[in-house]
């Protein structure tokens, strides 16, 4: 069973950074399409960024429009990490952000696997930007 617990949340002002990390256990990030989403009050849960490792060299990522070129998704596969480093944030960001997984054999291209298919959620961390 993989179980998924963020960190790095917090306050900051506009254009200021973050980065967020997903403690992994139980299972190597290898062959699961790990994602982190985003949900604002109000507003439905959406996909930020994903990464697909399809071996300790080689791995493939993908992300919103919104945030390309200001977040980069990685990992640390020997601590079982998945990070999320966010510039330039915007007020509009705010949101809980969560990592999750979708497991090996969960269909289709890790970018373009539905919200149904990843299984395994974290709890969320509060990312707040203030103007």
């Known amino acids: 069973q993989l179980q998924l617990v963020e960190s790095g949340g917090g306050s900051v002002q506009a254009g200021g950074s973050l980065r967020l990390a997903c403690a992994a256990s139980?299972?190597?990030?290898?062959?699961?399409?790990m994602g982190w989403f985003r949900q604002a009050p109000g507003k439905e849960r959406e996909r930020v960024a994903t990464?697909?490792?399809?071996?300790?060299?080689?791995?493939?990522?993908n992300y919103a429009d919104s945030v390309r070129g200001r977040f980069t998704i990685s990992q640390d596969i020997a601590k079982s990490t998945l990070y999320l480093q966010m510039n330039a944030l915007k007020p509009d960001e705010t949101a809980m952000y969560y990592c999750a997984a979708a497991p090996p054999g969960s269909g289709g291209y890790c970018h373009s696997l539905g919200e149904a298919a990843f299984a395994y959620w974290g709890r969320g961390t509060q990312v707040t930007v203030s103007s």
């Open positions: 139980g299972h190597t990030f290898i062959k699961y399409c």
């Open positions: 990464l697909y490792t399809g071996s300790e060299t080689t791995y493939s990522t």
